[in-house]
């Protein structure tokens, strides 16, 4: 049982290079979310997904893409990467029943565009 | 609109000295509330967290935190402080459905 697992770990880009963060999480949770960390701002939403063919945004969508074709699997595009998308990137799986509710991040992405 | 709000960015206590980080939220449904810790490098790990039922929570590493719905409040204390505490904590609500709002973090420095 891998949890919540992230790909790449670090990762270096140019201004208006595109790129696709993976996140796969094997526990078969219906909802994933991805945020990102930014010093002294906590943790941002970018955009959820409640099940696979459904996603919706967060606080932060703008310059980000996300798709849900398998419970599994909840990828994030960067489609023309900017400076400003500098930042340490979470995937999180979460799973509620009845009071119970649980939710399982990755280790994140560290992502730096120049 | 819901909102986390943890009171001072930096914390530092000696060694053996009660930890207090403070967390405040605003809610218009009873909250679920939770407490995360980060060490350098390191993803978020769950410390504790509030569902319903007992308004003092126990966690890990000897952590607890208390609901106080009249005060909104849901802060984070630890009796005697440890180097290994030393770590940026993060308090967190959860906001209807599965969307979770987070605080802007505090990171505790613990002094020899």
């Known amino acids: 049982n891998a949890g919540v697992t992230q790909t790449p770990k670090f990762q270096v880009l140019k201004t208006g290079q595109s790129m696709t963060l993976q996140c796969a999480q094997d526990m078969n949770h219906e909802y994933m979310s991805w945020y990102r960390q930014d010093p002294g701002m906590g943790l941002r939403l970018i955009h959820y997904s409640v099940g696979a063919g459904i996603t919706d945004q967060g606080e932060v969508p703008n310059g980000y893409n996300v798709s849900r074709s398998t419970t599994e699997d909840f990828p994030l595009r960067l489609l023309s990467a900017a400076p400003s998308q500098t930042s340490v990137y979470f995937c999180?799986?979460?799973?509620?029943?009845?009071?119970?509710?649980?939710?399982?991040f990755g280790p994140g992405t560290r992502l730096t565009v120049t | 609109a819901q909102s986390v709000t943890q009171l001072g960015s930096h914390v530092s206590v000696s060694e053996g000295a009660l930890v207090l980080l403070r967390c405040n939220y605003s809610?218009?449904?009873?909250?679920?509330l939770f407490w995360y810790v980060q060490y350098p490098n390191q993803g978020l790990q769950l410390l504790l967290k509030y569902t319903t039922g007992a308004t003092l929570v126990k966690g890990i590493n000897g952590f607890e935190a208390e609901f106080k719905k009249s005060e909104t409040s849901f802060h984070l204390t630890k009796p005697s402080a440890h180097m290994s505490d030393a770590a940026e904590y993060f308090c967190a609500v959860k906001v209807g459905g599965f969307k979770t709002i987070f605080g802007a973090g505090t990171r505790l420095f613990v002094k020899a």
């Open positions: 809610s218009s449904v009873p909250p679920y």
């Open positions: 999180a799986s979460s799973y509620s029943s009845g009071t119970r509710y649980e939710q399982y």
